[in-house]
Structure formats: structure tokens, C-alpha cells
């Protein structure tokens, strides 16, 4: 008994750790909620559109909370008010994002040559995949104006305590992992150590205080 609960808390403490929230723009709904799911696909299940964000007309900002210490982070647009298919690319190059906690991106730039216009409404999709693979899905829903700008000051702030977040494209990451593997041939701690050290150090504390909470109640 007390061996399945301490797998399941181990469980349930790397899934609630491999989600994410989309602060900005709002998401279209809480993923975490049921039966909405972040696993599918394009929009966690929530296909209604309730609010628009005012976006700036060459790009706007976008605010995760994210859980998990490792992701690739994909940003989505499609154009329409009832979008199904999210077919522009607004990270060729994508993000590599080794960390968790607030991360804020004070512009993400629209592809040179997509003119949008003053009331356009959009929606934006924003992916993070895992490791393995396993992708996690949110929307929200925008409107272009030339009035909106970018979040700046304390409104665009990234977690300044525990784990850094490092945001790097494409090319960054090929040139980090150069490094890396020279670092561990010459005996150095790759740089992402102290963010999956957390992370362990996190989930082990959670198993402990459950492991107490079970003798507690005598059922050891």
C-alpha cells in the first residue's frame, strides 16, 4: 500500500510539473481543468473563443508559467475568428527553454512579409515539448490593433529566484551542445545540472512529506 502511494505521488508530482500556463496573452480556457487536457491537440480541447488580447501589429508578447526543467517551445498563428489551423510559424527558429517558473518574451516578432491589419482577429498556439517527445498544447485568441504594445517593466519579469530560465534558438542550441559535450569530456557539470538538481530536490521533498503524512497515520 504504502509502496503504490508513493508511486503515485511521484506521478502525479512530474505531471502536475509537465504542465504549463498561458498568462499572456489569456489563455481561451484553464487547461488544468477537466475535461479539458493539455495533451491534445491544437487547443487542450477548448475550442471556444470567449476573449481577445490586443496585439501589436508587428507582434506582441507572450508570459508561461512553465513546471517542467526542459522544453522546446513552439509559437503558432492562424488568422480568423474561428481558427482550425495554426499555419504560421512565429518561431522558426524555436525556443529552448532549461528551466521552469515565469518566463516573459517581451516581443515575438511577425514573419517579415505577413501583413496584418487595424481588427484583424487571430489566435496564437503555443507548444512545449518535452524530452521525449510529448507535446502540450494552448491557445489564445487575439485581436491586431495599432494601439496595443509590448509588456514591459515589472508587467514582462522573469523568475528571478531558483532556476534561471534560458531562452535560446535553433542555432543557440547547437553551439550550447557543442559546449556541453566538451565540458563533460573534460570533466566540467553540463549547465542545465543545477535546474534538473531542483527539480529532483522538488519531487523528493514531495515524496517525503507524504511519506510522513503516511506513518503519521499509521498506515506503514
Not at 522538488?202 to 503524512?213: D, F, G, K, P, Q
Request: glycine residues 10%; hydrophobic residues 40%; negative net charge.
Amino acid at each position: 500500500m504504502l509502496v503504490k502511494t508513493l508511486v503515485a505521488a511521484a506521478s502525479f508530482a512530474t505531471a502536475v510539473q509537465a504542465h504549463y500556463t498561458l498568462s499572456y496573452p489569456p489563455w481561451r480556457g484553464d487547461s488544468f481543468e477537466e475535461p479539458y487536457t493539455q495533451w491534445m491537440r491544437p487547443c487542450a480541447g477548448i475550442n471556444g473563443t470567449n476573449n481577445r488580447t490586443d496585439w501589436p501589429l508587428d507582434g506582441g508578447s507572450l508570459v508561461l508559467k512553465l513546471g517542467h526543467p526542459f522544453d522546446y517551445i513552439f509559437v503558432n498563428l492562424g488568422i480568423g475568428a474561428e481558427v482550425t489551423n495554426f499555419n504560421i510559424s512565429l518561431t522558426p527558429n524555436f525556443f529552448n527553454n532549461t528551466g521552469n517558473g515565469t518566463l516573459c518574451i517581451p516581443k515575438i516578432p511577425l514573419p517579415a512579409g505577413l501583413m496584418v491589419t487595424d481588427g484583424q482577429e487571430a489566435s496564437l498556439q503555443i507548444v512545449a515539448m518535452g524530452r521525449a517527445g510529448n507535446s502540450m498544447y494552448n491557445c489564445a485568441d487575439i485581436r491586431f490593433s495599432e494601439s496595443a504594445t509590448i509588456l514591459s517593466g515589472e508587467a514582462c519579469m522573469n523568475t528571478t529566484s531558483g532556476p534561471l530560465i534560458h531562452v535560446q534558438d535553433q542555432n543557440a542550441i547547437a553551439a550550447a551542445q557543442d559546449d556541453d559535450d566538451k565540458n563533460t569530456t573534460a570533466g566540467g557539470d553540463k549547465p542545465s545540472a543545477a535546474v534538473h538538481g531542483s527539480s529532483v530536490h522538488v519531487l523528493t521533498s514531495t515524496i517525503a512529506i507524504l511519506m510522513a503524512m503516511v506513518v503519521a497515520s499509521g498506515l506503514l
